[in-house]
């Protein structure tokens, strides 16, 4: 682990104003290479609020996000996202296939510099247990677990170096919420050195398989005071 964290959130705030109501009270949070995270609390903590401030997907009213020791300015934000991919609880899929999907992100300018690699793709789809046809599956037949597998093979294929997962198994079953987990797993183990990852969950004893860094979320406030090392809770 280097001294430098890969994200760091210095005061981070986010309110709503129409409500005069602060979702995210000053939130300060290292976020290192080779960290596993998991975020657990109530719902309407601010769980969701503070990942989607740490990704930048919404304004900061305070703080600011610092990536690789310089914070991020307005124009590196486009870059920034693609290196710290947030993965949401419901993903929004394109009409067309599976690989139309895939295929989706290489036609938008942060990702012109690469292309769109089928192989790569079916071997994140094998490691998901699907089919080889599952690539030429249509967007509208597939079941809600087959949707959110899509989504994290769409941001996988794309190298990303933080992965922030917002409940993406919440109300999947069995099987897809496996296939998910051993998705994220294999991507995390493919470069610890260079890797990390938030998983907001409700669910303490998948908190626990998919973190060693335990956080809570309680009224818009993070607590890490009680950092916990969660390997014990996993295999009560």
Do not use: C
């Amino acid at each position: 682990m280097t001294d430098v964290p890969l994200v760091f959130a210095d005061g981070i705030v986010r309110r709503d104003a129409s409500r005069g109501q602060t979702l995210l009270h000053p939130a300060t949070f290292a976020l290192h290479a080779g960290d596993r995270v998991a975020i657990t609390g109530g719902s309407g903590s601010g769980k969701s609020v503070f990942l989607r401030a740490l990704a930048l997907l919404d304004p900061l009213d305070a703080g600011r996000v610092v990536w690789h020791g310089a914070p991020v300015a307005r124009a590196a934000i486009p870059r920034y996202r693609r290196s710290v991919a947030y993965l949401r609880q419901r993903p929004a899929l394109l009409d067309g296939t599976v690989e139309d999907n895939l295929r989706y992100p290489f036609e938008l300018r942060a990702y012109r510099d690469t292309r769109f690699d089928r192989e790569h793709a079916a071997n994140l789809v094998a490691q998901s247990g699907r089919a080889a046809g599952f690539l030429d599956k249509r967007a509208s037949e597939l079941s809600g677990g087959e949707a959110q597998i899509t989504a994290l093979i769409r941001v996988l294929q794309l190298a990303p170096e933080v992965l922030l997962l917002d409940e993406p198994t919440a109300s999947l079953d069995p099987e897809s919420s496996h296939a998910i987990e051993e998705l994220v797993r294999a991507w995390f183990d493919a470069d610890r050195r260079a890797h990390a990852s938030i998983w907001v969950s409700h669910d303490p004893a998948q908190a626990a398989r998919m973190s060693e860094r335990h956080l809570t979320m309680r009224a818009g406030v993070l607590d890490e005071s009680a950092v916990t090392t969660m390997h014990g809770a996993a295999s009560r």
